[in-house]
């Protein structure tokens, strides 16, 4: 098993930043991909970016591309999702997940474990 903690969301004025952050642990040596997903009220949870834990492949969704940086911190067990340049549309419940598979990094229902998520609201 695996667990996720997310933390750093919060109320930001469009165009400002925050910084979010997701602790592993347990059995983190299974571990491929970390993912982030959000979810804004009445829809679907959307992909936006993942990192491998080797820190070798690095992916963003289209409308994030630019803004925000993943990265992580093996030593920490740690991913971190910078977003800068935040828009209203950015709003939502943001989640941390993780992947035992190579493969799939893009769609939610490939990965195993899922954090509690953490709210980021952007006021325009």
């Known amino acids: 098993q695996v667990q996720l903690v997310e933390s750093g969301g919060g109320l930001v004025q469009a165009g400002g930043s925050l910084r979010l952050s997701c602790a592993a642990s347990?059995?983190?040596?299974?571990?491929?991909?970390m993912g982030w997903f959000r979810q804004a009220p009445g829809k679907e949870r959307e992909f936006v970016s993942a990192?491998?834990?080797?820190?070798?492949?690095?992916y963003y969704a289209d409308s994030v591309k630019g803004r925000y940086t993943i990265s992580s911190d093996n030593a920490k067990n740690t991913v971190y999702l910078q977003m800068n340049s935040l828009k209203a549309e950015d709003t939502a419940v943001y989640y941390c997940?993780?992947?035992?598979?190579?493969w799939g990094f893009g769609r939610s229902t490939s990965y195993d474990y899922w954090g509690q998520g953490t709210q980021v609201t952007v006021s325009s």
């Open positions: 990192i491998s834990w080797s820190g070798g492949r690095i």
């Open positions: 347990g059995r983190t040596i299974n571990i491929y991909d």
């Open positions: 997940a993780a992947n035992r598979n190579s």
